[in-house]
C-alpha cells in the first residue's frame, strides 16, 4: 500500500523568505507525484506534478519540486515566500497504473507573515 | 473554478438519517473519485468510476455508503443511517486520459 509523510504539520513565514516543504512516499513501483494547494476557502488545486523526466519539476507561482528517486522524496520549494502562499498544501501519490487514485499526506499549513 | 461542480455543498442532518451528495465532473471527464477528508488529514480515496462502471471501492466504504454514476456522467454519494463519524468533507473528482485529478469544492457534512 502507498503512504504519503509530510514532516511539517505548520509552517511559519515571514514575506521573502524561502520555503521548503517535505514530502516522502513509501511505494515500490512507479510512481507519479503530486503537490496540491488549498487555499482559505477554496478547493484544492494543482501546484505541479512529476509524471516522468527531468526530476525538477516547475509549478505554477514560482514553486517547484524536486524528485529524488532514492530518497523517495518529493519536496516542495519556493525562493521567496509571499503574504497570499497562505494555504494548506498537500503532497499526493499515485501509482502510474490504471487506478490512479491519489494517496494524500496530511498536509502543511503555511502561513505566511507580512 | 476547476469545472467539476458538488451539491450541495453543505448538509446537516441528524444521526439516522440518509443523505445523497451529487457530483458533476468535466464532460469529457470519463475518470471520477470520491475521497473523504476530515479535520486535519489529507483526503482519503472512497470509490471510482471510469464511465459508468464503479471499479474500486476502498475498505473506507462501509455497507452504509453506495455510490453511483448511472450514465457515465454525474455521479452520487449516499450515505445510509448516518453516524456522528461520517462528519467530514465529501471531494468528487475527475480525470480525464493521463492528466492530474480536477477537485470540486466538495461537499461538507455534519452529522448531529
Known amino acids: 500500500a502507498q503512504s504519503v509523510s509530510q514532516h511539517n504539520h505548520h509552517v511559519i513565514l515571514s514575506e521573502a523568505a524561502s520555503l521548503e516543504l517535505g514530502c516522502n512516499y513509501s511505494?515500490?513501483?512507479?510512481?507519479?507525484l503530486f503537490w496540491y494547494v488549498q487555499y482559505p476557502g477554496q478547493h484544492l488545486q494543482l501546484l505541479l506534478k512529476y509524471f516522468s523526466g527531468d526530476p525538477l519539476v516547475k509549478g505554477i507561482k514560482g514553486f517547484e519540486a524536486e524528485f529524488i528517486k532514492s530518497k523517495f522524496s518529493f519536496n516542495l520549494r519556493k525562493p521567496s515566500v509571499q503574504w497570499s502562499d497562505t494555504a494548506e498544501y498537500f503532497c499526493a501519490v499515485s501509482s502510474s497504473g490504471s487506478a490512479r487514485q491519489l494517496t494524500f499526506g496530511s498536509g502543511t499549513q503555511l502561513t505566511v507573515l507580512p | 473554478d476547476t469545472g467539476v461542480s458538488q451539491d450541495p455543498r453543505h448538509k446537516i442532518t441528524k444521526r439516522g438519517q440518509n443523505v445523497t451528495f451529487r457530483c458533476d465532473p468535466i464532460s469529457e471527464h470519463n475518470r471520477l473519485y470520491w475521497y473523504r477528508q476530515t479535520l486535519g488529514q489529507g483526503p482519503e480515496f472512497l470509490t471510482y468510476f471510469q464511465n459508468e462502471a464503479q471499479l474500486e471501492k476502498s475498505r473506507l466504504l462501509s455497507d452504509r455508503f453506495s455510490a453511483e454514476r448511472p450514465k457515465g456522467s454525474f455521479s452520487t454519494l449516499e450515505i445510509q443511517r448516518t453516524e456522528q463519524g461520517d462528519s467530514a468533507m465529501y471531494l468528487c473528482?475527475?480525470?480525464?486520459?493521463?492528466?492530474?485529478?480536477?477537485f470540486g469544492p466538495g461537499t461538507r457534512l455534519t452529522v448531529l
Open positions: 473528482a475527475s480525470l480525464a486520459g493521463h492528466n492530474e485529478q480536477f
Open positions: 511505494y515500490g513501483g512507479t510512481v507519479n
